[in-house]
């Protein structure tokens, strides 16, 4: 979301003039692009606020401003206390960046962190450099209220850019080459233009250009409907793999954190899924160590891991976030039962991924050649519909971009190796079902 943001914020900049440096000794305007979700995101970012100081201290006419969600947080601490940053600018108010970086210039400190409840930057076309993947981000906020989430108070309210302009985004990207976008949202699921609902976007984004693989996230089970389903079944080029949060495995810490779903509930809709989408899998969030979570609630979590078997897992420790529902409940788990806790999660999900993929020896899987791999030019390194990393030989028939499929020999937890069997053009892979 973030690097999405950040390419937004580049376009605004570019059709005011202004070119992007990698020499940040060079640069008149440093912007760091900031996030909140947890304790340790923030943390990184005061460790490269301290850098930054040193360059201003030695050039103090740069131009230094913080963007993104800790923008409101930090505002009197960096602007008035430290005095380190010129402006500081949230989510919402980026039209007005060139705005306070002109007031910087003539020595203005610049704070523009109000929400907005229209905002979509919609008409923006971001910078992106050449490749093959992109993001389009085609909702911002989020409406949920999860109890242990900032975002819907550092994003602010749900709303969605128009259909229309985001599939004009689509057939920029087609002409520059890319061949795999990815739709972006706290809860896509909620997405809404009209009378077309999200499974109507990824549909009309899949036909823009059908050697394009869409992906999208993120998916909140309360949302998830049966179209969106069968949307994915009947388009080959949108990838069959869903990120699902599912949090916790214990209804009563779903309750608390006001999941609005239980287990059951999104065990139904795993099946659903599967019973609709030949081939589907899943990766998933979880939190360890949410208030009151008990060893049974912990073990609870393990057991929907073994039963949904995710292709993979993004898992993180409870951090309390300031100003969120949960903020206000006791944070009881100490920190070495959340670490214990954390630890017993990625090895059951470790365990998980590798059998997945050892039953993948032998089948046949469709990846997109990203480049060599990263221990040798001799392999080339693709990626399969479900974000697996396959190594195949290197052969000078094959380039960067191209669909091949590989015959699976050997696999890791997290990576898969094989033969090269053919190159798929796009119109052979894509265009039966
Ligand atoms: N502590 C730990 N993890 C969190 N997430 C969001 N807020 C917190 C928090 N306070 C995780 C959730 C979410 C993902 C983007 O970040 O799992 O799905
Ligand atoms: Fe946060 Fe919940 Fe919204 Fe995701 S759905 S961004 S966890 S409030």
Known sequence: MNVADTELVMGILKNKGY???????????????????????????YGRLGNL??????????????????AERLRKDLIEDKKI????????????????????????????????????YDDIIPYREEGLSAWISVMRGCDKFCTYCVV????????????????????????????EVTLLGQNVNSYLDGGNDFADLLAACAEVDRSIRIRFTTSHPQDLSEKLLYTIAEHQNICKY???????????????MNRTYTIEHYLDIINKA??????????????SGFP??????????????QKVKYDGAYMFKYSPREGTKAFRMEDDVTEETKSKRLNEIIDLQQTISYELNQNLIGTEEIALVEGFSKKSDEFLAGRTDTNKVVIFPASDDINTGDYVKVKINRATSATLFGDLLEVVLPYKVLTTI
């Open 19 to 45: 070119e992007v440096t990698d020499n940040i000794k060079a640069a008149n305007v440093i912007l760091l692009n900031t996030c909140s979700i947890r304790e340790n995101a923030e943390q990184r970012i």
């Open 53 to 70: 100081k040193k360059i201003k201290d030695r050039k103090p006419e740069t131009v230094i401003g913080i963007l993104g969600c800790m």
């Open 85 to 120: 940053v010129d402006l500081v600018v949230g989510p919402d108010e980026y039209r007005r960046l060139p705005e306070f970086i002109d007031s910087a210039f003539s020595g203005e400190k610049g704070i523009g962190v109000k929400l907005s409840r229209t905002e979509t």
């Open 152 to 179: 819907p108070f550092t994003r602010g309210r749900e709303r969605s850019r128009s259909l229309e302009s985001i599939k004009k985004e689509m057939v920029i990207l087609s002409e520059k080459g890319f061949r």
């Open 242 to 256: 869903i990120h699902l949060p599912v949090q916790s495995g214990s209804d009563r810490i779903l309750e608390l």
């Open 274 to 287: 599967r019973a609709i989408i030949k081939g589907v899998s899943f990766s998933t969030d979880i939190i």
């Open 292 to 305: 009151s979570e008990t060893y049974e609630d912990h073990i609870m979590t393990l057991d929907v891991m």
